[in-house]
């Protein structure tokens, strides 16, 4: 397998085509929103066509998505600082170090709480034809992290947001 090369923008770099690669998040495209945090995904324009990655950093407050359940597995790590978890119908405090391992079809979200930001790695399974639930959840709804109405599509749930914007630089401070 050959190393992969990268197209350089002055916003970060992304990986050009197939290939293995070694990219520094903070060198690396990011995507920004208001409400919902930053992330990096290490992706180019082609996604990991199996498993998703992410490195996220949400500020105190912010949920790092809307209550939802998929039908892949997923992981969370926390890093750094603390969040959240509201996870079937329960809350559960995580703290750097903290795995929560989400099998497909668990219902949950995470809310960055505490006084730093939230550092976390998420990752899950990708497939095609993969569907999304979002149910509805007063708990979830409390955090600004729960749809009003149940759906199955992202754009409905997450309409009443700002967009987030992909393609930036790495802000700097967000990671230690």
Same mark, same amino acid.
Not at 74 to 80: I, S
Not at 132 to 137: A, N, Q
């Given at each position: ?10 916003e ?8 293995? +690669? ?8 990011w ?7 930053? +992330? %990096? ?6 996604? =990991? ?8 950093? $949400?500020?105190? #407050?912010?949920?790092?998505?809307? +209550?939802?359940?998929?039908?892949a /597995? ?8 603390e %969040?959240?978890?509201?996870?079937? #119908? /329960?809350?559960?405090l ?7 391992? %989400?099998?497909a #079809? ?13 550092? =976390? ?10 569907s999304?639930? +979002?149910?509805?959840?007063e708990?979830? $709804? ?13 754009r409905?749930?997450y ?11 790495y802000r700097s401070?967000?990671?230690?």
């Open positions: 397998m050959p190393e992969a090369r990268f197209a350089a923008q002055k970060g770099k992304a990986p050009r085509g197939a290939g293995w +690669y070694v990219l520094n998040a903070r060198e690396a495209l995507g920004h929103s208001e409400a919902l945090g930053s +992330y %990096c995904t290490f992706e180019g324009s082609a996604r =990991f066509p199996e498993v998703g990655f992410n490195l996220n950093v $949400q500020q105190p #407050g912010q949920p790092s998505s809307m +209550y939802h359940a998929e039908e /597995q997923e992981g969370f790590l926390v890093l750094a600082g %969040c959240l978890l509201i996870v079937e #119908g /329960q809350e559960r995580l703290r750097p170090w903290d795995f929560f391992h %989400c099998p #079809g668990t219902e949950h979200a995470l809310v960055a709480t505490g006084e730093a930001p939230c550092i =976390f790695i998420a990752f899950g399974a990708r497939g095609e034809d993969r999304v639930r +979002y149910p509805v959840f708990l979830a $709804q409390s955090h600004n992290a729960g749809v009003e109405r149940e759906t199955k599509s992202a409905s749930a309409r009443h947001l700002p967009p987030t914007r992909y393609g930036k630089a401070g967000d990671l230690p």
